[in-house]
């Protein structure tokens, strides 16, 4: 069985840095196309950052490029947040997308590409 569970997040300041953290349990984190989205209040879930399976791919959304960092190990996907700003806050969710497929860069960006999520980690940002 699948489980995904995010931590790190928190309320942070405009300018600061968080790491965020998902624990996989039930597959390897490597073998799978990881990613991040997070939600805003009275937004749509949207696509942050992703790292492709079996790869060091990495895909980012525009707003956070040069911001932030996708990474991972066998268990866990991480994401470093730098220099947050407001409109960083939203809850964050980590998903896995099992299809193991070659696809282009955004279909990794769709919700409809994962398979399994995360019930997401709260980040504050300040101003």
């Known amino acids: 069985q699948v489980q995904l569970v995010e931590s790190g997040g928190g309320l942070v300041q405009a300018g600061d840095s968080l790491s965020l953290s998902c624990l996989a349990s039930?597959?390897?984190?490597?073998?799978?196309?990881m990613a991040w989205f997070r939600q805003a209040p009275g937004k749509e879930r949207s696509f942050v950052a992703a790292?492709?399976?079996?790869?060091?791919i990495t895909y980012y959304a525009d707003s956070v490029e040069g911001r932030f960092t996708i990474s991972r190990d066998l268990a866990t996907v991480y994401l470093q947040m730098n220099s947050l700003k407001p409109e960083d806050t939203a809850v964050y969710y980590c998903?896995?997308?099992?299809?193991?497929?070659?696809?282009?860069?955004?279909?990794?960006?769709?919700?409809?590409?994962?398979?399994?999520w995360g019930r997401g980690t709260q980040v504050t940002v300040s101003s």
């Open positions: 790292i492709r399976w079996n790869s060091v």
């Open positions: 039930g597959l390897t984190a490597t073998s799978v196309t």
């Open positions: 998903a896995a997308d099992m299809s193991r497929a070659y696809y282009s860069s955004s279909y990794y960006t769709q919700t409809s590409a994962y398979d399994y």
